[in-house]
């Protein structure tokens, strides 16, 4: 099954990421698988074009990352430093780093390097992280009802999100990082990125082809909003 969906700055290309440890990327506009990537041992959980690059950042089950030639299909470096399933990532705006999320704990990246950053050791069975447009911040959650606000520079975390009553599954930002969506089985909720508080709640009912009590699994926020 595919389990990570991203799409390249341009929107000409998609990248998807399969349980049998495979990337495929696709043309947008014929919708036909242009290159295989092969590298992970195990399912890969998560994937992401890297911004303003031809590279894509992959995350798996064999505990590694891979950073790719999206060109040539090649690995350029494979990032190791978790003890457990990557089970989510993200990148930021810039490129220059990434944040990736395990069951032992979370590592942001230096990209140019490949080596580790920063370790958040005192949080795990991190399911989804998101970093901030502008690079200084990121949230994360943990198989809980509430998610947690980070400190990308100092690694101090700066508050909770509580207003969920399911497990949170995804996280995102908004273009400006004023606001932050998550979704779970009890819907999506809208934030105040700043003062930690619900902006407005979306009931799984309320959206558009979901059923009551669906789970929410992915969310994303289109451009300019």
Known sequence: SVNSLSISDNG???????????LIL??????QPIQT???HDLPVSSVAFVPGSNRILSGSSDQTLILWDANTGEIIQRLVG??????ALDVSRDGLYALSGSTDEMILWNLTSGEVERRFDDVDNVRAVAISPDGKTAVAT???????????????????????ISEVQTLAYSDDGSMIISGARDGVILWDAERLIEIRRF???QIDGHPPQANINSVAVGPGN
């Open 12 to 22: 000409e290309l998609l990248v998807s990421a399969a349980d049998d440890g495979t």
């Open 26 to 31: 696709w043309d947008t506009t014929s919708w």
């Open 37 to 39: 990537f092969v590298g």
């Open 82 to 87: 978790h003890d457990n399933v990557v089970y």
């Open 142 to 164: 943990t198989e809980q009802i509430t998610f947690s606000k980070w400190d990308l520079e100092d690694g101090v975390q700066r508050g909770s999100f509580r207003g969920h």
């Open 203 to 205: 009931g799984s009912d």
